[in-house]
C-alpha cells in the first residue's frame, strides 16, 4: 500500500510563497501519475495540478496557471506556489495513481487511488 505525506503548508500573507512536499513510502514513483487536489471549507474538492509519467506532462487549473508549478522526483512531488492569494486558502492534498507507462496527467480526483492526509495553507493578513 502506498503511502503518502503532504508538509509544507503554513500561515503565508497574501503574495508570499509556499512549497509543499509530498513524500512516497515507496523508492520510486515513476510509473505513478501524481496530482495536487486542494479542498476550501464548504466547497469540493478541487484539482489544482497534475503531472505524468516519464515526459513529465503537466496541467494546472486556470486559477493557478503562471503562479504555481508541480514537479517530481524519484519518491517525492513537489508544488511551488507563487503570488499566493487568499482564495488559495484550503487543505492540499497530493494524490497517485499507478498507470505504468501511460503518460496520464490526471486531474479528476476519481482517477486517484492513493492519497495523503493533506496540508493546510492560510493566505491572510
Known amino acids: 500500500q502506498l503511502q503518502l505525506v503532504e508538509s509544507g503548508g503554513s500561515l503565508v500573507q497574501p503574495g508570499g510563497s509556499l512549497r509543499l512536499s509530498c513524500a512516497a513510502s515507496?523508492?520510486?514513483?515513476?510509473?505513478?501519475?501524481l496530482g495536487w487536489f486542494r479542498q476550501a471549507p464548504g466547497k469540493e474538492r478541487e484539482g489544482v495540478s497534475c503531472?505524468?509519467?516519464?515526459?513529465?506532462i503537466t496541467s494546472y487549473v486556470d486559477s493557478v496557471k503562471g503562479r504555481f508549478a508541480i514537479s517530481r522526483d524519484k519518491r517525492t512531488v513537489y508544488l511551488q506556489m507563487t503570488s499566493l492569494k487568499p482564495e488559495d486558502t484550503a487543505t492540499y492534498y497530493c494524490a497517485a495513481k499507478w498507470v505504468g507507462m501511460s503518460r496520464r496527467c490526471l486531474l479528476n480526483s476519481g482517477e486517484y487511488d492513493d492519497w495523503g492526509q493533506g496540508t493546510q495553507v492560510t493566505v491572510s493578513s
Open positions: 503531472i505524468s509519467t516519464l515526459d513529465n
Open positions: 515507496i523508492l520510486n514513483l515513476d510509473f505513478y501519475a
